[in-house]
């Protein structure tokens, strides 16, 4: 891959976790192979150490779930034979860009990357997954988007929704199922020597947009459409959500199961990277039935039903000096987890 497009790789990788925290769907920094099989090698390595015995709390309503539902397969394309003038992102933008590159992942699956005169870039992956990006993102020169308009954060965040939704229709992406999730703002802090005191100037907005599927919600980073925004408009465009054909149908495993299997693990798991100290009690709060679609740029081949599971970890802080235990901080950090759904 050339340098344009391994930077524009470094980007997209930035935004999906950047999106994740802002939009609570976090990008499973796993390793390799299929982590929801829980093979070890693909759990997050500074997950908790569990030194005692975790002792497991379940404070969650439990859904009613359906006794099946259907898998659907991704349907996968040749990146390399897309036409961009056919393409609805690069018809919205005006994109009239030439190949700059192509790569090819470690799982066989390839992007293709096209840039253009005016700086801008389209990388089109195997998924079905498109990034657009101009030439920058977020500029940190940027006018500040709250001061030129004089806008509140809510009146902020509406406009630039109502934008985000107009352009997706406009540009045939708005799909049944969609919904608006969140908007977000990138901030830029600076030091003003002659003033002596720091200012921060609100350079960029990225409106993020959820999926359900036959009334199902979509969960994971694969699930989602993001519109970025600069003070001159629409800087960027990730649609991620895959074109998906019913499979086969598939038996539901009750929740009360998925979350037993949960708790009978040899350590509580996330897919969070946390940094706590020893987990003394893990918290249940919420299950969910979701349909669970990785990211673009890896081999997932079929969206099954999943159980998101989320909480808490409760524990003390290990790096407290050994004669000082009985002071040592009491922890909590939120976990996120998916056990499978199909039986």
Known sequence: MNTTSARLSLILSGLLLATAAQAEDPDPVSGHGDWVKKDPSTIPGSIPKVDIQAEYQVLAKLPKVPASLLQFEIQRVDPTRIDPSREPIARAIGFEGKRSGVDK???????????DPEGRSIEYFSSGAVFFMAEELFSEQGEDLFSRRKWDRDQAAKWYSDQASAFLESAGLARQGMRLKDVSFTEVEWKDIKAAT?????????????????????????????????????SGVYDALPDLKPAKEVAILPPEAAVEAYMKSATPRSLYRLNTGAVEQVLIESVELVYYVDAGNRNQRVVSPHYLIRGSFLGKDLSTPEHAKDQATELRSDFVWMEPAAI
């Open 105 to 115: 992942a470690e799982d066989g699956a390839l992007s293709m990357l096209l840039t």
């Open 198 to 234: 720091e200012q921060v100037a609100t350079v960029g907005a990225a409106a993020h947009f959820g999926y359900s599927i036959d009334g199902i919600p979509a969960w994971g980073p694969g699930a989602k459409t993001s519109v970025y925004f600069d003070a001159e408009g629409i």
